[in-house]
């Protein structure tokens, strides 16, 4: 064979992958549609003292109402769910469940019946991944075992050590044992066009992180996990008490700044009711 003949081939090989010749194991995000950020409404906590998020004695006596929210980003490449919630199974105790001292957990709407909504199972999705491992992130974990979980391997070794960690649920992770996971230890572009990127950010805990989509219209918008959980903790860095490092969260707390200065980045701290409320209203979207 002559080598312009391998080069027509090569030409006509081109042509056809540019023309959109059907990738092997394609996900099943659609491919003409942009990218897109819809929030989920999975819980509520009632605290009657917010000091569990400072250290520095400026919550003593503030009880505090924090939104529990979940996310989809839709991307032409595949689903991905950020933070799973509270957990559906608290959808059946309509006045909320005590879970801990001074502390109500409510579900009102399951994260299930919201996925339908968009004619989406839990089976749809192809990625999972979570700012951290606090049960109000993971409860909803379990509904996802065919998805491939993306996971951060400081976070979960943390999680798995004896005795367990406050607020984890190892239970809400089990179903990680016998999943499709992609192990991560650094910041992971998702869709690999740097459109969704888990940032890492340390501190509230080993493997804590935040992420960052780039929106054609909306911008950056960065998803804080629990870097914060309300407003004057971001303005007034404060750090919370059962966070594991507060040299590292101080740190994140930097990170996250600057790279929010160089975006004009959009923050939406999860937890806070009123950055939930400011996002489109379920099945409405960012994109
Ligand atoms: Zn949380």
Redesign the pocket.
């Known amino acids: 064979m002559s080598s312009s003949s391998v080069s027509n081939i090569l030409f006509t090989l081109g042509v056809v992958l540019a023309a959109g010749w059907p990738a092997q194991g394609m996900a099943s995000g659609d491919s003409s549609a942009p990218l897109r950020l819809y929030a989920m409404h999975c819980g509520s906590l009632s605290l009657e003292s917010m000091s569990m998020f400072e250290d520095t004695d400026e919550y003593t006596a503030t009880p505090g109402d924090l939104v529990v929210p979940c996310y989809l980003i839709r991307h032409p490449e595949g689903d991905l769910i950020w933070d799973t919630g509270l957990g559906d199974q608290l959808a059946r105790h309509g006045d909320g469940v005590v879970i801990g001292e001074g502390v109500t957990a409510r579900v009102e709407v399951t994260l299930e019946a919201q996925l339908r909504q968009l004619d989406l199972l839990p089976g749809d999705i192809d990625y999972v991944a979570f700012s951290h491992f606090?049960f109000?992130?993971t409860n909803n974990a379990p509904l996802f075992a065919q998805s491939t979980y993306i996971v951060n391997r400081k976070e979960l070794d943390w999680a798995q050590g004896t005795p367990t960690p406050f607020g984890v649920n190892l239970e809400s992770l089990n179903v990680l044992a016998d999943a499709k996971t992609q192990l991560i230890e650094f910041d992971h572009d998702v869709f690999n066009d740097g459109s969704v990127r888990i940032l890492q950010a340390p501190g509230h805990t080993p493997g804590h992180q935040v992420l960052m989509l780039q929106l054609t219209n909306a911008g950056t918008v960065i998803l804080s996990g629990?870097l914060y959980h309300t407003h004057d903790n971001h303005e007034l860095s404060r750090v919370p008490a059962i966070n594991t490092s507060r040299a590292e969260t101080l740190a994140s707390i930097d990170r996250i700044s600057r790279l929010m200065e160089k975006h004009d980045a959009r923050l939406v701290i999860q937890?806070a009711p009123e950055d939930f409320a400011a996002l489109p209203r379920f099945p409405a979207h960012l994109d």
């Open positions: 606090h109000d992130h629990d937890h």
